[in-house]
């Protein structure tokens, strides 16, 4: 699952700079010049991270960071805050304002990506290209791979996305609309009962190994990954 991150950044320059880094390393990458821009990219889809630039022209990195995380639908994306300032106070600020991370102008692109993906790892374990084991499960994101005590499973590809979004959040219950915002993305419309017919297909891909009994139904709330 390639992750979207939507960059807010006004100087031309570092823009450049952040959309071919973030490229090169094989993100998806939105660009937006400033707040009402990225308000508008957001409304359109939630991206899976924001770099967000402290200083941009009418709404500020700040100010746009906290009226995300005083909605609903926005308050989990990850938050990268980018500016020049490097007083310990402004860090302060910007942490408290809801950042993820904080990195300061002029950064090295080696540390930028080291942060982005250490930030998609904690907040978004799904859209990290980390090999993932649960039991005897084994996904690799990077070759599509997924096997059951080294024997490989042929999945399709919104199986694939379903469990590895499982395997990285194991012990949990997600109702179906979770689910659907989480592996088919936001604003995607379609019925929840679409989400039965994949976690039937999983279930039978998983069945041959035993595997299968992982997927749980929570009755009246949902699915759940489960070991016990
Ligand atoms: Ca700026």
Not at 50 to 65: K, R
Request: some cysteine; hydrophobic content about 45%.
């Amino acid at each position: 699952m390639t992750a979207n991150i939507l960059l807010v950044e006004d100087e031309p320059a570092i823009q450049e700079l952040l959309l071919f880094n973030v490229t090169q390393c094989g993100y998806r990458a939105i660009p937006a010049v400033d707040a009402n821009s990225a308000l508008a990219q957001i409304n359109r889809a939630l991206p899976d991270l924001i770099l967000l630039d402290w200083m941009l022209p009418g709404m500020s990195g700040i100010e746009l960071a906290k009226r995300l995380r005083a909605d609903q639908r926005t308050r989990n994306i990850p938050i990268i805050m980018l500016t020049a300032r490097t007083d310990e106070r402004d860090k302060v600020l910007g942490l408290e304002s809801g950042a993820d991370d904080y990195i300061t102008k002029p950064f090295s692109p080696r540390e930028l990506m080291a942060r982005i993906r250490a930030v998609l790892r904690r907040r978004a374990p799904q859209m990290s290209d980390e090999v993932v084991r649960v039991e005897g499960l084994e996904l690799s994101p990077v070759t599509h791979r997924v096997s059951a005590n080294g024997t490989n499973i042929d999945l399709g590809p919104t199986e694939f996305r379903l469990l590895h979004f499982f395997m990285t959040h194991v012990e949990r219950v997600y109702s179906r609309a979770q689910l659907l915002d989480q592996v088919w993305g936001d604003h995607v419309f379609v019925e929840e009962r679409t989400v039965d017919v994949h976690i039937r297909r999983l279930r039978q891909a998983l069945e041959a190994s035993g595997m299968d009994s992982l997927v749980q139904t929570v009755r009246g709330s949902g699915y759940r990954f489960s070991r016990a």
